[in-house]
């Protein structure tokens, strides 16, 4: 009893810390928005709020990674993003080039999501396998729609503070999704599915 009271604590704290963080990259992203009408910003935070949206909504997992190293990489992961903040110039390349490479992203972002559903977590776990969409090219398509509209942000707002950031957070994201495989390969349907799709995050890169 006490351990799933527990659980339950940690499983509100984490929901609640993600919707401050992106409350106040909201108020960052839409005041520089309002001051240039830059659209770079805005993607990167609608990429976001289905963070929110999705961490609110999803299913309770039959298995977690209570690990500590578990916790780290995707506290880091997660944090890291709404850390960022724009900045009205100093932009690598015009905001219209960049958007669309963030829109890639974002699409990418969207298409796994929509598939996954409700099996949208945070800390690795098992919330039921998805082996359709996008997810019959690789078994994370989430996370490089991730890193391209981090990537486009970086060409818009390349600080260094923004730089230390993304890097640290998407090596986390990329720890991530590893951890996420080694709770769901214990899974005999993700073993099968593992057999049909050997590509982690790129097709024919990793």
């Known amino acids: 009893m006490r351990k799933i009271h527990r659980d339950v604590f940690t499983d509100l704290v984490s929901r609640l810390l993600v919707g401050v963080l992106f409350l106040f990259l909201s108020i960052n992203l839409l005041r520089e928005f309002l001051s240039t009408g830059h659209l770079t910003g805005l993607l990167l935070l609608t990429s976001e709020a289905l963070v929110v949206v999705l961490t609110v909504l999803r299913r309770r997992a039959t298995v977690v990674d209570r690990s500590i190293a578990a916790a780290i990489v995707t506290m880091v992961s997660v944090l890291g993003p709404p850390l960022v903040r724009a900045s009205a110039s100093g932009a690598l390349l015009p905001d219209m080039a960049t958007a669309v490479l963030s829109a890639a992203g974002l699409c990418l972002v969207i298409a796994g999501k929509v598939v996954l559903g409700r099996s949208f977590g945070l800390v690795p776990a098992n919330r ?14 989430i996370y490089p729609g991730y890193l391209v509209t981090h990537i486009g942000f970086l060409l818009a707002h390349p600080s260094a503070w923004n730089i230390a950031i993304l890097l640290v957070a998407d090596t986390a994201l990329i720890v991530r999704a590893l951890y996420e495989e080694r709770i769901l390969v214990r899974d005999e349907q993700y073993r099968e599915y593992c057999s049909r799709v050997g590509w982690h995050l790129v097709p024919g890169v990793f």
């Open 128 to 141: 039921g396998v998805v082996a359709s969409g996008p997810y019959l090219l690789v078994r994370h398509p």
